[in-house]
């Protein structure tokens, strides 16, 4: 968790969550929003059902929108950007924690012109999440 934390700019998204099992399914808890698990992460971290991990995603795999993704998706509030040009930097506030989002240009000016301090939705690449041991700090999606 320690070298996946400090390589790329921005910095990989690390964060705490809860794993719990819904329905014989795996579900991350980021917040008060669950998103579901792939299935080969789920076999990867079967043992781990009702224990804190954390999660790590990198800002370029998160997508944020204006209206609810068809597949479960979290919530947050935007509450800055920051224009790098080609990409902006779009900070959201989730549970107890702030998310880093990188957003091509033309995808975030829309909603960037609609103002700071909105609910808006994210989804992962699911496939480029990873899920750590909160004790031993170890990739457990690997």
Do not use: W
């Not at 000016?109 to 909105?118: A, V």
Request: aromatic share 10%; with cysteine.
């Amino acid at each position: 968790m320690f070298v996946a934390g400090f390589i790329g700019a921005p910095e990989m998204n690390i964060k705490p969550g809860l794993l719990v099992e819904e329905s014989g399914r795996l579900l991350m808890c980021i917040g008060d929003d669950r998103l579901a698990l792939t299935p080969r992460q789920q076999e990867k971290v079967a043992g781990y059902a009702g224990q804190q991990i954390y999660f790590g995603i990198r800002p370029e795999y998160v997508s944020i929108s204006d209206t609810p993704y068809a597949e479960p998706c979290g919530t947050g509030e935007m509450v800055r950007v920051e224009n790098m040009g080609h990409e902006f930097f779009v900070y959201l506030k989730v549970g107890d924690f702030e998310m880093t989002c990188r957003i091509p240009s033309d995808e975030a000016k829309p909603m960037i012109e609609k103002g700071l301090h909105r609910k808006v939705y994210f989804k992962f690449d699911m496939n480029k999440c990873h899920i750590f041991d909160a004790k031993t700090e170890q990739n457990l999606s690997l």
